[in-house]
């Protein structure tokens, strides 16, 4: 197993372990829903329940995004893609990836970075009565570019073994 393969393969158990668990995110997220609308029901709901569900699903939303990527989930248009080979396929997907999709996700992780250390400094909270410390949330957004850009780069890293290797690379 070469360097490169060996990177993926790490990078790819990395998402999806995330994966898995930002599955049972979601299943907590329906839960703390429900609980909230029953809570207010009986009045004794927080605006806490209700940020806490917030950042659930942000959670599932940022988190998710890598581990979608890596199972080949998210939004394409293959109308043309399906004619092509898989080495024609494997350079779309790297050119994609390098001029679009990786520095989009650089420069988000950079000002997520900033926007959470902002937070963090200066204690930010929810300006709701019994809400939530922000900085978590705030933290979700580079984590999530990170593994988004993590898992960008074992995408090249598989296309170029196709290119190398052929389609059963």
């Given at each position: ?50 940020e806490g569900q917030w950042y ?114």
């Open positions: 197993m070469s360097g490169l393969t060996k990177l993926c393969h790490a990078i790819d158990t990395l998402n999806k372990m995330v994966g898995r668990v930002v599955a049972w995110l979601i299943l907590a997220t329906v839960l703390l829903s429900v609980f909230t609308a029953v809570g207010r029901k009986f009045a004794f709901g927080s605006n806490g329940f209700l659930l699903f942000s959670a599932v939303f940022l988190l998710g995004a890598a581990y979608t990527l890596q199972a080949d989930q998210h939004v394409r248009v293959d109308v043309l893609a399906k004619r092509w080979s898989a080495k024609t396929r494997a350079w779309i997907d790297i050119a994609g990836h390098v001029l679009f999709l990786l520095p989009v996700a650089v420069g988000l992780a950079w000002l997520g970075w900033h926007d959470f250390m902002q937070v963090w400094q200066h204690n930010e909270m929810s300006a709701d009565a019994g809400g939530l410390p922000r900085w978590p949330v705030k933290l979700l957004i580079p984590l999530g570019f990170v593994l988004l850009i993590l898992q960008v780069i074992s995408e090249i890293g598989k296309r170029i073994a196709i290119l190398q290797h052929g389609e059963r690379a």
